[in-house]
């Protein structure tokens, strides 16, 4: 849940990261309107960009999850190849 009742978050969209605080949403539909108006090519090789980044960090990503939910750590690589 993001917003009031757990207090400000963070988001992290394909590439960049908005503060859901305060005013999040109107920065979140602010950022949404740029990303949508991108042609889908482009879209589509920053998604890649970030799946790569993703890969390359997969061991932190995973040790990460494991410790933030307390899944095993298999199951933590699991997700992240996901």
Known sequence: MTGTSRGPVWLA???WL?????DGWGAGAAGWAGWAS????????????FANVVRSRAEPFADTIARET????????TEIDS
């Open 13 to 15: 969209w394909p590439c």
């Open 18 to 22: 908005v503060w859901a605080g305060a």
């Open 38 to 49: 991108r042609p889908i090519a482009y879209r589509i090789e920053t998604l890649r960009r």
């Open 70 to 77: 307390g899944k095993p750590l298999w199951e933590s690589r």
